[in-house]
């Protein structure tokens, strides 16, 4: 799948201070996800129900 020239958006969750961000994007019926430090690299691509349960049978850090 070309991901070129896909809008990425940082996750609201990420932290301010540059770490442990990650970025979305909408793909073509996906969900696209990356570590914004690393932008050419690896990404996930995830239904959005597949994402959702995900966030949500994770527990959150404070």
């Known amino acids: 799948m070309d991901?070129?020239?896909i809008k990425w958006r940082r996750s609201s969750y990420s932290a301010s201070n540059g770490g442990n961000c990650v970025e979305l994007a909408d793909a073509a019926g996906a969900v696209a996800v990356r570590d914004s430090k690393d932008p050419d690299g690896?990404?996930?691509l995830l239904t959005r129900?597949?994402?959702?349960?995900a966030l949500n049978s994770t527990p959150t850090a404070r």
């Open 3 to 5: 991901l070129t020239d």
């Open 42 to 44: 690896p990404v996930i």
């Open 49 to 53: 129900t597949a994402l959702r349960t």
